[in-house]
């Protein structure tokens, strides 16, 4: 396993990486994620008039997972990169390449004034979008991760990921407080651009902080010593570490679903599903977020505490139950939707646990190129499905539709954890 530090204690200078990175992550993934809070208004603004509700709905999640679709393609370049050149160089691009198409998106035109052309716009700029997000996330954890003292990477990267999901709750809290003050009219004709004009701003302050952030110290390190990979770094990931690229992929699964079922695609559902008001349930869903956030960090000093395979095992366990639970729960009305959306919140905390997972693959030359291929390329498969897959199984099979599903995520990761337990004994 490799070594990604040489202390166990966190300093001055190590916290205040953390927080410049995760600070600039949170805006980052802000820009990212709003958009399927607003995928109802989008659904009807983009989309001739007369199209029935399901399929413009479909048709914006498709816009929404096009975003994923381009993953990998960012996530591949910028990680080559990031490989050759350095972390930073790529860690300050990425979030130089959201904010722009961010901002253009509430600028743009919808399709009562310029047709077909309007979705076309909004597809281009998604993948736009969906690059930018590639580099982002995987480069963002290795950053962290390779700036952390020995014992400490688990928090190090539960705490990025902890800044990510806090995107997650400024984009909820910002849609609760739209749909809160404004009304359904006024949402159509100006409300929506808001969410996506502050965006682009959040992004380009994104762009200034990383400024003060400095390469990291394994990397440094590597480039001294004249340890960088010689060939194609993604090249040798493929050849020699097929293995970890699937584990990783797999933990990636049960993360997308986590994320996207229970936090981001919720509001809407326990909306047409279970028919909440719009007030509960984007107050939940921030309820949720806030607590994930806390979650995410919790999960990290798990990790630093038992081992990352041990803490999988455990999350993913727990993140399974809850889910029934609040599944359950609305299935009879919802009465304590509140309280069980915020435990279950701080459940899918345990996605926290994934990053220190797939950082501990992969050896320091190829780690940026293998965990971003990996994770990538599974959020392309999976992410790119799921909003659609759910939307269709909750209207044909039934409201427990997405419980089912992120509990069979939640079964593949616990047996990972529990192959990968059994990897390290038989090491030892």
């Not at 990425?94 to 052309?117: C, D, E």
Request: glycine residues 10%; proline residues 4%; charged residues 10%.
């Amino acid at each position: 396993m490799p070594s990604l530090g040489t202390s166990a204690v966190l300093t001055r200078n190590d916290f205040r990486t953390l927080f410049l990175a995760a600070l600039g992550g949170a805006l980052e993934f802000y820009d990212f994620v709003v958009f399927v809070f607003f995928a109802l208004p989008l659904s009807e603004l983009f989309f001739p008039k007369g199209t029935a509700p399901w399929l413009a709905q479909l048709q914006v999640y498709g816009i929404f997972a096009a975003g994923y679709l381009a993953r990998p393609l960012g996530g591949i370049v910028m990680a080559h990169f990031g490989d050759r050149l350095g972390r930073k160089r790529m860690f300050t691009l990425s979030v130089f390449l959201m904010a722009l198409p961010t901002l253009a998106i509430g600028l743009l035109p919808v399709h009562a004034q310029v047709g077909l052309l309007a979705p076309v716009l909004l597809l281009l700029l998604r993948v736009v979008q969906g690059i930018a997000i590639g580099g982002e996330v995987p480069g963002a954890w290795v950053f962290v991760a390779e700036h952390a003292p020995k014992g400490r990477v688990g928090f190090a990267c539960a705490s990025l990921t902890s800044g990510l999901t806090v995107g997650i709750l400024i984009g909820s809290l910002t849609a609760a407080w739209i749909n809160h003050h404004l009304s359904h009219e006024q949402v159509l004709a100006w409300g929506w651009r808001m969410p996506f004009l502050l965006g682009g701003v959040f992004g380009f302050i994104a762009v200034w902080l990383r400024r003060w952030l400095s390469e990291t110290p394994v990397f440094a390190a590597m480039r001294e010593r004249k340890e960088l990979s010689r060939e194609l770094p993604l090249r040798a990931v493929l050849r020699s570490h097929r293995g970890a690229v699937v584990t990783s992929m797999l933990v990636t699964w049960m993360l997308t679903a986590a994320i996207l079922v229970l936090i981001l695609m919720l509001p809407n559902l326990v909306q047409k599903q279970f028919g909440l008001s719009p007030d509960v349930a984007f107050l939940g869903n921030s309820l949720a977020a806030f607590f994930l956030c806390l979650g995410c960090i919790s999960y990290g000093w798990l990790v630093d505490r038992i081992g990352d395979r041990q803490a999988l095992l455990a999350g993913s366990i727990a993140l399974l139950a809850g889910t029934y639970v609040l599944f359950g729960d609305l299935a009879n009305g919802g009465q304590h939707f509140l309280l069980l959306y915020s435990l279950v919140g701080f459940l899918v905390g345990a996605v926290g646990v994934v990053p220190t997972v797939m950082v501990m693959a992969f050896p320091a030359p190829i780690r940026y190129s293998g965990l971003s291929f990996a994770y990538n390329v599974a959020y392309a498969v999976f992410g790119a499905s799921t909003a659609t897959l759910i939307e269709v199984l909750a209207e044909r099979v039934g409201h427990m539709a997405p419980a089912h599903y992120v509990a069979i995520t939640a079964v593949v990761s616990a047996v990972v954890a529990i192959y990968l337990l059994r990897q390290r004994r038989a090491a030892l």
